[in-house]
């Protein structure tokens, strides 16, 4: 592929934003596109493909640049990818064998991954022998999954939409929702994602929603809502009958959930603000089905979000870890007797998955519930996200 001075420099900008000022990579990457509307979609991908993937392998390309010059980094990093360097004076200090000697001098695995040691350190002691494995698959990228709307469409119907433009998906067993992207592409800016055909989801979060076992007409609570994706796969499969509460303490996020659900033809869905515990206490056994999507580290989402492991700290898991047990203490009380609640992560940490359930039910507010079953989804096995989903009754 040839390289462009121009695409080049709009990576060097979107670095610096993510690295220098702590911004978010993918709203960086959204505006960085932005402010070049003469980019093709050649270049776009170029620009977005290539933050994402300097992003995820900064610690390693930072060891082995001979200096911390965003044009150094850019050309280890490419050279990184088997690809051969142009002969710029921009790349003039790099030395292509010198690199690879470095590289092949590498023992530490916490470097090879490219993670902070600490983060290595805390893989080994939860996840064992399954650690090395998982941090491998989490550095792959991820694949781009569909969730088919299924209020307004079919799963083959859609698939066959998508073929005539020349985007072609495939089935996964298991997921019988999800179409899978042959190749990466924008498919936001094509019709039937406009008329609310299909979500951008990956297969594993698809798994959350279905866990829940609703029904039509019943009253369910989502109550770690976020932009409501969750909320929208179970209004589907509730075939848009009865009523699912999404509640967040940001208001900005439902806001997201009210324009996704008008495009996705959903009408049962309130949208409401978690102001405090008087919010939850008003909602005492009220809700057939609850889902707890719980804040958590990422961990299991690493492949589309690389930059997660460059702001986790081992002070903010164990914030995690409290945020999570808040939540099981007191979110529960809404669920009726005979109901049927989700806890759910996108992390691969027995510590804010099992761990933090079991301790939620040898506690007083956990003393009326039981544990139907519980899945824990790891990259390495399942080629998606990592995910964990525990079913819980109230008796």
Same mark, same amino acid.
């Given at each position: 592929?040839?390289?462009?001075?121009?695409?080049?420099?709009?990576?060097?900008?979107?670095?610096?934003?993510?690295?220098?000022?702590?911004?978010?990579?993918?709203? *960086?990457?959204?505006?960085?596109?932005?402010?070049?509307?003469?980019?093709? &979609?050649?270049?776009?991908?170029?620009?977005?493909?290539?933050?994402?993937?300097?992003?995820?392998?900064?610690?390693?390309?930072?060891?082995?640049?001979?200096?911390?010059?965003?044009?150094?980094?850019?050309?280890?990093?490419?050279?990184?990818?088997?690809?051969?360097?142009?002969?710029?004076?921009?790349?003039?200090?790099?030395?292509?064998?010198?690199?690879?000697?470095?590289?092949?001098?590498?023992?530490?695995? &916490?470097?090879?991954?490219?993670?902070?040691?600490?983060?290595?350190?805390?893989?080994?002691?939860?996840?064992?022998?399954?650690?090395?494995?998982?941090?491998?698959?989490?550095?792959?990228?991820?694949?781009?999954?569909?969730?088919?709307?299924?209020?307004?469409?079919?799963?083959?119907?859609?698939?066959?939409?998508? &073929?005539?433009?020349?985007?072609?998906?495939?089935? *996964?067993?298991?997921?019988?929702?999800?179409?899978?992207?042959?190749?990466?592409?924008?498919?936001?800016?094509?019709?039937?994602?406009?008329?609310?055909?299909?979500?951008?989801?990956?297969?594993?979060?698809?798994? *959350? &929603?279905?866990?829940?076992?609703?029904?039509?007409?019943? $009253?369910?609570?989502?109550?770690?809502?976020?932009?409501?994706?969750?909320?929208?796969?179970?209004?589907?499969?509730?075939?848009?009958?009865?009523?699912?509460?999404?509640?967040?303490?940001?208001?900005?996020?439902?806001?997201?959930?009210?324009?996704?659900?008008?495009?996705?033809?959903?009408?049962?869905?309130?949208?409401?603000?978690?102001?405090?515990?008087?919010?939850?206490?008003?909602?005492?056994?009220?809700?057939? $089905?609850?889902?707890?999507?719980?804040?958590?580290?990422?961990?299991?989402?690493?492949?589309?979000?690389?930059?997660?492991?460059?702001?986790?700290?081992?002070?903010?898991?164990?914030?995690?870890?409290?945020?999570?047990?808040?939540?099981?203490?007191?979110?529960?009380?809404?669920?009726?007797?005979?109901g049927q609640m989700v806890y759910a992560t996108c992390s691969i940490?027995?510590?804010?998955?099992?761990?933090?359930?079991?301790?939620?039910?040898?506690?007083?507010?956990?003393?009326?519930?039981?544990?139907?079953?519980?899945?824990? *989804?790891?990259?390495?096995?399942?080629?998606?996200?990592?995910?964990?989903?525990?079913?819980?009754?109230?008796?």
């Amino acid at each position: 592929m040839k390289l462009h001075n121009n695409t080049i420099r709009g990576v060097h900008t979107a670095l610096q934003a993510i690295f220098e000022e702590g911004q978010y990579a993918d709203k *960086v990457i959204e505006r960085t596109l932005k402010s070049n509307p003469k980019w093709g &979609a050649r270049d776009r991908s170029f620009i977005a493909e290539t933050t994402y993937e300097m992003v995820r392998w900064w610690r390693l390309i930072n060891y082995l640049s001979p200096s911390k010059d965003y044009w150094d980094l850019f050309g280890t990093y490419w050279l990184m990818q088997g690809n051969p360097l142009p002969e710029w004076e921009e790349f003039a200090r790099i030395n292509p064998d010198k690199l690879k000697g470095k590289y092949e001098s590498i023992h530490d695995p &916490a470097l090879l991954e490219s993670i902070p040691d600490w983060l290595q350190k805390l893989g080994e002691k939860e996840l064992g022998g399954l650690w090395e494995k998982e941090i491998h698959a989490l550095n792959e990228e991820a694949e781009v999954v569909l969730r088919v709307n299924t209020l307004k469409t079919t799963r083959e119907r859609l698939k066959n939409q998508l &073929a005539e433009d020349g985007i072609n998906t495939y089935v *996964v067993k298991g997921y019988p929702d999800a179409l899978v992207l042959e190749e990466r592409q924008n498919v936001f800016r094509h019709p039937a994602f406009k008329e609310g055909l299909f979500e951008v989801q990956d297969a594993s979060s698809q798994l *959350v &929603a279905s866990s829940l076992a609703v029904e039509p007409g019943m $009253r369910v609570i989502d109550a770690c809502a976020g932009a409501g994706g969750k909320s929208l796969h179970l209004a589907a499969l509730m075939e848009n009958k009865g009523k699912i509460l999404s509640m967040d303490v940001e208001e900005w996020k439902l806001q997201q959930t009210k324009l996704r659900a008008r495009r996705d033809g959903v009408s049962i869905i309130e949208p409401r603000v978690i102001e405090g515990t008087k919010t939850i206490k008003r909602l005492k056994e009220s809700a057939d $089905r609850l889902l707890l999507d719980v804040p958590c580290s990422g961990l299991g989402v690493l492949r589309r979000n690389p930059d997660t492991k460059w702001k986790l700290s081992p002070e903010s898991i164990d914030k995690v870890h409290q945020t999570q047990q808040e939540i099981l203490q007191s979110y529960p009380s809404m669920l009726k007797k005979g109901g049927q609640m989700v806890y759910a992560t996108c992390s691969i940490l027995p510590s804010e998955n099992e761990l933090q359930v079991k301790k939620f039910l040898e506690s007083d507010a956990g003393k009326d519930f039981e544990l139907i079953e519980d899945k824990k *989804v790891l990259a390495q096995e399942s080629g998606f996200d990592g995910f964990y989903i525990a079913r819980l009754i109230k008796k």
